[in-house]
């Protein structure tokens, strides 16, 4: 049976809005939301935004986790929305944000722990890759110290690692509930590689936070490092961008 072009562009039409639909309404494994691209076995990557100061959905994330899927075959990639937020396109995480003021917590730590390990026995991927940037670098950067053997590589871009101090360079009140990457470095295990990115130019999350961390991490015998990206801001765009992506391709096994 022959179809008329004009019938053939509504069929295509029809498919890739149903596809689309489909993404957006699709559930992944583990209590949190998020979009998830690619296929196989290679790695598993996990990607987690920052706090969202501006209150509008956490998107920026997703073409991050779709580029990397994009450019390395059977590697599934996982835009993760971190608890308490909203991802647009009908997305929203358990947990709570707390308004995104001190919620680095225990439990909103656990959602995305337990997220990361879902996707890891949903996929069968062979090696974890989790990365962070801002707030969500701080999660992760918890995560490792207290689930050892959850996490092969963590990328923690403009990191706050230090939790107490960064509150303290911004002149800000302390938080009582969050938990800071640096209180439980020494619990980070010798297995999980761990690489810092941070921008020269960052008035959030100063390079001294990363550095220090790193060194902390170094002197125990962590396999860690931290690259300071000239010129770049906290904004994750631009430089600092590209500069993670290579991170994280650079983790992925060949």
């Not at 990397?68 to 990639?77: E, F, K, Q, T, Y």
């Not at 439990?107 to 890891?120: G, T």
């Not at 995560?143 to 959850?150: S, T, Y």
């Not at 996490?151 to 990191?159: E, K």
Request: one cysteine or more.
């Amino acid at each position: 049976m022959r179809i008329a072009r004009r019938d053939f562009r509504v069929l295509l039409v029809a498919f890739f809005t149903l596809a689309l639909s489909s993404l957006a309404s699709a559930q992944i494994p583990g209590p949190l939301a998020g979009t998830m691209f690619g296929s196989g076995q290679r790695a598993l990557v996990v990607v987690l935004h920052g706090d969202l100061s501006n209150g509008r959905d956490a998107t920026y994330h997703r073409s991050f986790a779709e580029d990397i899927a994009r450019r390395n075959s059977g590697v599934v990639a996982v835009a993760l929305v971190r608890p308490g937020y909203s991802g647009g396109r009908g997305l929203q995480s358990a947990g709570s944000n707390n308004n995104r003021r001190d919620h680095y917590t225990r439990r909103n730590n656990d959602l995305v722990a337990e997220s990361i390990r879902a996707l890891q026995r949903a996929t069968g991927a062979r090696r974890v890759i989790v990365v962070g940037h801002s707030g969500g670098a701080a999660q992760v950067g918890a995560i490792i110290g207290r689930f050892p053997q959850l996490v092969d590589s963590a990328v923690l871009v403009s990191c706050p690692c230090d939790i107490g101090r960064w509150r303290s360079m911004r002149g800000r009140g302390a938080w009582q509930n969050s938990e800071s990457p640096s209180q439980l470095a020494s619990r980070v295990p010798r297995s999980t590689r761990v690489i810092a990115v941070v921008g020269s130019n960052d008035s959030n999350t100063a390079p001294v936070l990363s550095q220090e961390y790193i060194a902390g991490l170094q002197a125990r015998g962590v396999p860690a490092g931290v690259t300071v990206v000239r010129g770049a801001s906290h904004d994750f765009n631009g430089s600092l961008r590209s500069t993670a992506l290579a991170a994280v391709e650079g983790e992925i096994p060949r």
